[in-house]
């Protein structure tokens, strides 16, 4: 079975530094879509960045990016220049095209002013 | 001009009352979806429905029934509410069943009593 985990259940940066999330997957599947989600604490899920695995170039998506490492299943989120509106959750998720999307667990991150 | 909008965003009710959750999407999309996320945040997928057909049925008690009247609408009934069922309930939308980036409601709280 599928899975995705997140080990960093929390995480904090200092505003205008970078921080970097982590996320691991599990699957044989060889076509695929990774995903970011941020949950701030408005609790509305909002779409950070996407990426199709069958692509080798990491997305991104102003100061958001992924470091997509497909052999070691690894998609890293990489926040630059942090904000203050940057605090939420951060779920990664893994899906295809004909089955249904994981979330991993989520890492709360937290940016200090 | 909200994209998925769930009413309402708090429900609180009583053991054993049943209740709905509406959803509505005005993105044209083909598929939509339930989420439950409970108290430790965890997002799991409920039910999928593409052009108001069901795709996907978790392992949901049948006290949860999906209801898709039309494919931009797709609301939820409880029967028989327990304790166990309190959690925050996302509806989201793709564009269609494919794993395009998913499109979600504010969520509902639902707090069981």
């Known amino acids: 079975a599928q899975t995705v985990t997140q080990s960093q259940p929390e995480m904090s940066v200092q505003e205008a530094e970078t921080v970097t999330l982590s996320c691991t997957y599990d699957?044989?599947?060889?076509?695929?879509?990774l995903f970011w989600y941020k949950q701030p604490p408005s609790r509305q899920m909002i779409l950070v960045i996407r990426?199709?695995?069958?692509?080798?170039q990491n997305a991104t998506e102003n100061r958001f990016s992924v470091n997509f490492q497909k052999a070691a299943k690894s998609f890293s989120l990489k926040i630059s220049d942090s904000q203050l509106g940057d605090t939420a959750m951060y779920f990664c998720?893994?899906?295809?095209?004909?089955?249904?999307?994981?979330f991993g667990p989520g890492t709360s991150l937290s940016v200090i002013p | 001009d909200t994209a998925v909008s769930q009413t309402p965003k708090y429900l609180v009710t009583q053991m054993g009352n049943d209740k709905s959750i509406k959803c509505e999407q005005n993105?044209?999309?083909?598929?939509m979806y339930w989420y439950k996320q409970d108290s430790k945040k965890f997002l799991k997928i409920m039910f999928s429905?593409?052009?108001?057909?069901?795709?996907i049925n978790e392992t949901v008690p049948n006290r949860f029934s999906p209801k898709s009247p039309d494919k931009a609408h797709l609301n939820l009934h409880i029967n028989s509410l327990e304790l166990g069922d309190s959690a925050v309930y996302f509806c989201?939308?793709?564009?269609?069943?494919?794993?395009?980036?998913?499109?979600f409601g504010p969520g509902t709280r639902l707090t069981v009593t």
């Open positions: 989201a939308s793709s564009q269609d069943s494919g794993v395009l980036e998913q499109y």
């Open positions: 699957t044989s599947e060889n076509n695929y879509y």
């Open positions: 990426q199709e695995a069958y692509k080798q």
């Open positions: 429905y593409n052009n108001k057909e069901l795709i």
């Open positions: 998720a893994w899906g295809t095209s004909y089955d249904k999307v994981i």
């Open positions: 993105l044209g999309h083909d598929t």
